[in-house]
């Protein structure tokens, strides 16, 4: 059972920045592909970067060019930078692999208000 534990989110003016970060346990983290993704309010879960485990990276549309994810296999880690952020970007953020298999974890908000 994969365990998944999401940080880094908070409170950022628009334009502003944060670094999301995801460990996960209990799976051999390296060799699959892994994905963050977003939840706004009464809308779906959707995906909004996945890194391969050659660290070959792709991203939605709406975030490409301000949102940059990296992993580090030795921590069981996958990263979420995030810049120049819109109000629009405000969701609860969760990590899992690319599809997404099992359980979630608790995810982290954003919030990109003034």
């Known amino acids: 059972q994969v365990q998944l534990v999401e940080s880094g989110g908070g409170l950022v003016q628009p334009g502003g920045s944060l670094r999301l970060s995801c460990v996960a346990s209990?799976?051999?983290?390296?060799?699959?592909?892994w994905g963050w993704y977003r939840q706004a309010p009464g809308k779906q879960r959707e995906l909004v970067a996945s890194?391969?485990?050659?660290?070959?990276?792709n991203y939605a549309n709406s975030v490409k060019g301000r949102f940059t994810i990296s992993r580090d296999n030795a921590k069981n880690t996958v990263y979420l930078q995030m810049n120049s952020l819109k109000p629009e970007d405000t969701a609860v953020y969760y990590c899992?692999?690319?599809?997404?298999?099992?359980?979630w974890g608790q995810g982290t908000q954003v919030t990109v208000s003034s």
């Open positions: 890194i391969t485990s050659r660290s070959s990276t």
């Open positions: 899992n692999k690319a599809p997404a298999v099992g359980s």
């Open positions: 209990g799976s051999i983290f390296s060799i699959y592909v």
